[in-house]
């Protein structure tokens, strides 16, 4: 099965690819419980290979922006669908400033226990958003041994999932992930020599259809359901967002 990957969700969709309407996102949750398909997370997925036989969908969001919390965490709660929120975790609570489109408010550390609370899993998307192939040993450690203490500290239970920023990953980085003592993956673009414990996710695009998303998801062979998965590759390329190279070296010289 092939995950789902959001970004933000708005009420009127912001002019990034990766705003997806409310509208359509309320939609689409209904599509999933009229067709009986249950949500599960990304460790849930992974721990238990039978969920992966039965109809269901894992929806993961990167980035943790205030704008899930505000526009998609409501609906979420109505229509009682689980999900995986990565959180950056030097951003929580904090405004950040790499998106191209202006300044990003995240989600803040009470939203995010609260989140943990009702039931989502809560991983790490690292620490500053570093795109970790590119980081030395004793950074790359950094972005996951600190990211996952921070969020445990916040949510007061184990991370186990990490979700790479910008999707970028190979067999070091899994290595020094599992070292650090994450279990599961989700990976944006996916890789056919992936481990197991590394789930593919496509990422959902604010022209995409309910119908498109669903395609997307399902081990569906047909054209439509293909063409879907083949223009989210595409668009992986095109909205791979604005490193916040900057940002990593503040906060490595505030927080050693
Ligand atoms: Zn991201």
């Known amino acids: 099965m092939t995950g789902l990957l959001f970004h933000s969700i708005d009420e009127k969709p912001r002019l990034n690819m990766s705003s997806y309407s409310k509208r359509k996102f ?3 949750l209904d599509y999933l419980n009229s067709n009986d398909i249950n949500t599960i997370t990304v460790s849930e997925h992974t721990a238990h290979p039978q969920n992966q036989q039965k109809a269901s969908a894992v929806i993961t969001f990167d980035d943790a922006l205030q704008s899930f919390y505000d526009n998609a965490y409501p609906l979420l709660e109505e229509k009682k669908i689980k ?11 904090k405004s950040g400033n790499w998106d191209v489109m202006g300044q990003t408010r995240h989600i803040s550390a009470p939203a995010l226990r609260k989140l943990a609370y009702r039931g989502h899993e809560i991983g790490s998307h690292s620490l500053t ?7 030395d040993d004793a950074d790359l450690m950094k972005e996951l041994r600190d990211s996952k203490t921070i969020l445990e500290n916040i949510t007061g239970s184990a991370i186990k999932s990490l979700s790479f920023p910008f999707g970028s990953w190979n067999k070091r980085v899994w290595d ?34 309910v119908t498109d998303i669903a395609g997307r998801m399902l081990p569906d062979k047909s054209l439509s359901s293909r063409c879907s998965r083949i223009t989210a590759k595409i668009m992986s390329h095109f909205s791979k967002g604005t490193p916040i190279c900057k940002f990593r070296k503040e906060y490595y010289k505030r927080f050693p």
């Not at 958003?129 to 980081?135: C, E, G, R, Y």
């Open 26 to 28: 309320g939609q689409f």
């Open 83 to 93: 999900t995986t929120i990565f959180a950056i975790a030097g951003l929580v609570g």
């Open 129 to 135: 958003h570093a795109n970790l192939i590119w980081l």
């Open 176 to 209: 020094a992930a599992k070292s650090a003592g994450y279990e599961y993956a989700a990976a944006y673009r996916g890789h056919h020599r992936a481990p197991p414990e590394i789930l593919p996710v496509m990422g959902v695009y604010r022209f995409d259809s």
